[in-house]
């Protein structure tokens, strides 16, 4: 090993206590090679993320607006489409479970999925409501506008009924659970009570990518992964340095009884709270930002598919930060790959 090596071996976090959150990069490769033995059953909001590429020469002569040429369209996955995506991306088994319409976007989102039957045991097709999805219009790297396609109200209760019967059929199957919340209607207060039940049974942890009109759904989760605006408004609380998260996160999962709470912080990183009581800051590895899209999405899935295999909260976590430092230098949303998450760890300075 180098003398740069060594400096390299081991990561220190601080709280705001004496105790020092210390992971070296060794273990951290420990978890990477068993990757491929995780088995992450993702619920939630699927969608699909709809780009056109495009460049901007002049103003529109009928409003002040920028007429985008556009050059070309591309299709990804968005919301619990791209959980389950990254999962695969790094390396891990995984299955998705949620609702599409039936309609050209549905199919289009099946396609991207990689399904080449028109229906999937997870998938519930809703001829009554639209496939999510999101149009971004791009223009020399920078988006001009985005338009929605959706429908908010909750699912039906049939619906419910036949995505808890097929998560319990495979609960002898998977090692963690990810419910990826974009409050489209998927996820319901009676959802999340059968899914939890059934999860608990099997002390299978959850994960939880969170929206704020459905804190109160999510109580008795393992750990929940807020952005920074997210928990203050969950929390009724605010603040931005150290301090103030440590109250917000540990307000937030006292409310709720989670293990832990896990507040994205941007380009200030991470923060980690656990039912201890301690808290720790992870700086940010971001080397450049240019897009912010599915980073959400790159973390809990990283950070679920990090716990499968028997890594710690803390051990996840900052795996999790290491990812998304990776995928904000990517423009649209993206997935990241263990050797991509593999360079990152090692390459810290």
């Not at 999510?218 to 952005?227: E, F, G, H, S």
């Not at 301090?243 to 009884?257: E, F, N, V």
């Not at 896990?262 to 039912?275: A, N, P």
Request: glycine share 8%; with cysteine.
């Amino acid at each position: 090993m180098t003398s740069s090596s060594k400096k390299r071996s081991r990561i220190k976090y601080k709280n705001a206590g004496p105790s020092t959150l210390s992971v070296s990069h060794q273990s951290l490769e420990r978890y990477l090679r068993r990757f491929h033995r995780g088995q992450v059953l993702v619920i939630g909001d699927l969608m699909l993320d709809h780009f056109i590429w495009g460049v901007v020469s002049r103003i529109s002569p009928e409003a002040p607006v920028p007429v985008v040429h556009v050059e070309r369209e591309s299709m990804r996955l968005g919301g619990a489409a791209n959980v389950y995506n990254n999962v695969l991306s790094l390396g891990g088994k995984a299955e998705v479970c949620g609702v599409i319409g039936q309609d050209e976007s549905g199919q289009a989102l099946l396609k991207e999925l990689g399904f080449r039957r028109q229906r999937h045991p997870g998938i519930i097709v809703d001829a009554s409501r639209p496939t999510t999805r999101k149009a971004r219009i791009i223009a020399h790297s920078q988006q001009v506008v985005r338009y929605d396609v959706e429908r908010r109200e909750d699912i039906s209760p049939q619906a419910t009924r036949r995505i808890v019967k097929h998560v319990e059929s495979r609960l002898g199957s998977i090692s963690c659970m990810v419910i990826s919340d974009y409050a489209k209607g998927v996820i319901t207060p009676s959802l999340m009570a059968q899914v939890g039940q059934l999860a608990r049974s099997r002390n299978i942890p959850i994960i939880i990518d969170p929206k704020v009109e459905h804190f109160p759904y999510y109580a008795d989760a393992t750990v929940l992964t807020p952005n920074h605006m997210e928990a203050q408004q969950a929390a009724g609380l605010s603040g931005h340095n150290h301090q103030a998260i440590h109250d917000i996160g540990h307000s937030l999962r006292q409310k709720l009884g989670c293990e832990a709470v896990l507040v994205t912080r941007g380009e200030q990183g991470m923060s980690l709270c656990e039912s201890s009581g301690a808290s720790w800051h992870i700086p940010t590895m971001a080397r450049q930002v240019y897009d912010v899209t599915g980073a959400g999405d790159t973390v809990v899935s990283t950070l679920a598919l990090a716990m499968s295999v028997g890594a710690s909260i803390q051990e996840a976590s900052i795996m999790a930060n290491y990812a998304a430092g990776v995928v904000v230098g990517l423009v649209g949303t993206a997935s990241i790959t263990k050797a991509q998450l593999r360079e990152a760890i090692h390459h810290t300075v």
